[in-house]
């Protein structure tokens, strides 16, 4: 998987916000198995919930849905532009994710 959690994306696909563009969001929650994600107030879907013995809360809740893996892109913390991921092995044996655009690397050591 090329996001992870904590990562800021950019979603590249579907609704725009109000100055028409793409959101951007942070990673929350990544399901492998899936090939989704769930970013940070991107894809809200209202949920409408009776009060119920483990809820009780009745009403319209909001909440981020997952989105597919494909329908974002990272951004780069060095150089804040949606990108591509690449990977590098380090000297020792550590795979790390690299910016495709200025080539740093994306994760910290
Ligand atoms: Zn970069």
Redesign the pocket.
């Known amino acids: 998987m090329k996001i992870r959690r904590n990562d800021e994306v950019q979603v590249i696909a579907g609704k725009k916000d109000k100055e028409g563009k793409f959101q951007r969001g942070k990673v929350h929650r990544v399901l492998v198995a899936e090939d989704r994600v769930v970013v940070s107030g991107v894809h809200m879907i209202k949920r409408h919930t009776k009060p119920g013995r483990v809820r009780t809360q009745a009403g319209i809740i909001e909440r981020e849905a997952p989105i597919h893996v494909s329908n974002v892109m990272l951004v780069?913390?060095?150089?804040?532009?949606a990108?591509r991921v690449g990977f590098r092995f380090l000297a020792d044996g550590a795979k790390v994710r690299v910016?495709k655009?200025?080539?740093?690397m994306?994760d910290k050591q």
């Open positions: 780069c913390p060095k150089c804040s532009r990108t910016c655009r200025c080539g740093e994306i």
